[in-house]
């Protein structure tokens, strides 16, 4: 399925909702422009859960960098937190 993006204004985008929303959901990415300038933009969920997952995995990563176990295991912190 390949993304597309599309520019259209507010009052085609309320007339063509129905359209617009078809469209997303076969991967399109649509931006509403007021007076040539961008206000909105709709696009596929699954873009949106792809790209939260992604910046929380670079978040992990970068805590990983910060911080250490100090040679201590997963299972041994939380057994020493069980105690």
Do not use: C, Q, W
Request: aromatic share 4%; net charge positive.
């Amino acid at each position: 399925m390949k993304t597309s993006a599309t520019v259209i204004g507010t009052f085609e985008a309320k007339n063509s909702f129905s359209d617009l929303i078809e469209r997303v959901s076969h991967g399109a990415e649509i931006t509403i422009t007021r007076h040539d300038r961008p206000v909105a933009r709709i696009v596929p969920v699954s873009n949106d859960r792809k790209s939260a997952r992604l910046r929380a995995t670079a978040d992990l990563r970068a805590l990983r960098e910060h911080y250490s176990l100090a040679g201590l295991s997963v299972r041994e912190l939380i057994a020493d937190g069980r105690s």
